[in-house]
């Protein structure tokens, strides 16, 4: 079954269930490197807001031979679960006074956001770009809304302004965190489909102690990497210079380079896991990146 068949019987199938008075329809959702996501929205009468529930991984269960009828409980499970049930007031983002204090920035690749790049005002940085974003709160949960080029042209703001915004709202609204690798692979160690990947961490800390590099929330934390002064202290407990590997958009992992030939095997296995272990939306970049103690800076291998 293809996805257009899918979604077409789950929306049919939720609008029967939750009645006259609700909108339901799918969309199609780009999200970051292109990948597109099938969102289902269900609007009930009066309400300017609608949770969206992203039906690719249902049919992926489906496909695996979860019923049919399962599949729709959950979904409608979802929609109870991420409801508000609450008209949002968004007149506020009009106002650029009501928003700079929530203004963030995050790391994403350029090679694979070509046509979002031209929509939305960045900084590049290495092959990545730095990009903004308002980090909601409120009726909504938590989340965020991309910063585009029409939003900046409204609020008769620029990118330097965006970034300076950025610099000191994002390290105070989600501040850095360090941990090492065991911690994060113990905690994943039950039920976890990436076995494969961490015997091969387990393997190269062995060798080299390796840290996880994100915010406290582990959400869009690889720009913590920009975060002033946060390389020179890794460095500084590091002992020395160290190679960076860009897990995902929301974390990196930071290995002491011991001069022990690991460039090629460390590029390789990060084109390897951004295919096969990341989800595609997920991936930061394929580069391998170091940092040089000695003058500051981070540069490509």
């Avoid at 599949?71 to 006074?97: C, H, K, N, P, T």
């Avoid at 390290?171 to 961490?198: H, K, Q, Y």
């Amino acid at each position: 079954m293809n996805m257009e068949v899918f979604t077409d019987m789950i929306s049919r199938e939720v609008r029967k269930r939750l009645g006259e008075g609700v909108c339901v329809e799918v969309r199609k959702v780009m999200k970051n490197n292109g990948t597109i996501r099938h969102g289902l929205m269900a609007r009930r009468a009066g309400c300017n807001v609608a949770p969206t529930i992203y039906l690719d991984t249902y049919l992926e269960a489906y496909k695996q031979g979860i019923p049919f009828g399962a599949i729709v409980r959950r979904v409608l499970d979802a929609y109870q679960e991420d409801w508000g049930g609450e008209s949002v007031d968004m007149g506020f983002f009009r106002s650029f006074e009501q928003v700079r204090d929530r203004i963030c920035c995050r790391l994403i690749g350029r090679e694979r956001n070509g046509a979002l790049l031209e929509e939305i005002p960045h900084i590049e940085f290495l092959d990545l770009a730095v990009c903004f974003y308002y980090a909601y709160r409120g009726g909504l949960g938590d989340g965020m809304i991309q910063i585009n080029n029409s939003h900046m042209e409204m609020w008769g703001s620029n990118m330097m302004e965006l970034l300076a915004l950025s610099k000191r709202n994002t390290p105070r609204l989600f501040p850095w965190a360090c941990c090492g690798i065991e911690e994060v692979l113990t905690e994943t160690a039950d039920g976890s489909d990436d076995a494969d990947f961490r015997c091969i961490l387990e393997a190269l800390c062995e060798e080299v102690p390796m840290k996880i590099l994100s915010n406290e929330r582990r959400i869009q934390g690889a720009v913590c990497m920009l975060y002033p002064g946060v390389l020179k202290e890794m460095a500084d407990r590091i002992g020395g210079d160290f190679f960076i590997i860009p897990s995902s958009v929301h974390e990196v992992i930071l290995l002491p380079d011991t001069d022990k030939g690991l460039n090629e095997a460390l590029k390789q296995l990060i084109w390897e896991v951004n295919r096969t272990k990341v989800a595609p939306e997920e991936v930061l970049s394929d580069a391998l990146y170091r940092y040089d103690r000695a003058n500051g800076r981070v540069m490509t291998v």
